[in-house]
């Protein structure tokens, strides 16, 4: 893809992070311009968000409010002088918002999914000139990805960015959508010129977790962030654990710390290159430990199959476990950190003593 030209933030020659925000759905007239106004009038917000149709993962919910919404978030546009963006998932949605003024359309991750709505969109902004920006599919598929990307500009359109929103797992994690940094930043090397904006509010989804995640995005060099923002979260009708007063959002925005991606500072550079070889160091430490702890597993291995024992004894792996996950707390560790990595060395140390097991007995 020609990457030149995207460039979302460029429209409005806004120093980064560009900041979208607004309800997760617009759900009344006065929902929609209280959330527009409270957010205005922080001074933070460069763009109004509002989801008018939406894709409910289960039927029986809240659906969106439709063509009638979009009004609403027209008149949020005149009362604040904001430009508004919302999600389109098929050429009906896009030729309504076109005709309401939407300045900014982005494609959802259950809509990123599917080449053939993605076509579909596209088909209906040929020979427009409207930034859009496609969110990550639900499933970590990077070329998924590229090619809702590439089918958007083919169409013409000039102004594109990506969206992490992270990705939806079986396995339940800390956050809603696992977000898979390394995703995004294989996107952005594939595509050097592409603006990523970051989703913290469907990541996390929780409102806790979205002022780390933000600046997470920011030290990654992301362009913008778009975050969900109700004036009253926990009655929302859609995605209430995530939404953040307008306030809440303007001190969030407030703790964020914008870095440089490099500097020609020369006692900056020493610094980082004297903490980059500590980092170094310690990871030689970690590896040679590892493989020293791995040697005692085989060690094991051999002692057990010698005694007909068997390899996992879970009343010494439930110890473990215990004992380390204290003692990194104690340490500052985060636990699920500490389970993580003991699952990992368990598996391998499993593995070892299994191959032990196995081998033939060596005859001497
Ligand atoms: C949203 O932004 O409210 C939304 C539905 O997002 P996603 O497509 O990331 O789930
Ligand atoms: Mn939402």
Redesign the pocket.
Known sequence: MNSASTTISGTFGKQRPFVISGP?SAETEAQMITTAKLLAATGKVDAIRA?IW??RTRPGQFEGAGLEGLKWLAMAKQETGLPITT?VANAGHVEACLKAGVDILWI???TTVNPFSVQEIADALKGVDIPVMV?NPVNPDLELWMGALERIERAGIKKIAAIL?GFSSFEKGPFRNAPMWDLAIELKTRIPGLEMFC?PS?ISGNRELIGMISQKALDLDMAGLMI?SHPNPDAAWS?ARQQVTPSALAALLDALVVRSVSTDDRSFKDTLAVLRDQIDQIDDEIMQKMANRMKISRQIGQYKKDNNVTILQVSRWEEIVHTRVSLGKAMGLDEGFTRDLLRLIHHESIQVQTKVMNEAAVKV
């Open positions: 997760c989801g939406k894709p999600e959802g991750a259950r969110k929103r989703d469907h969900e995605d």
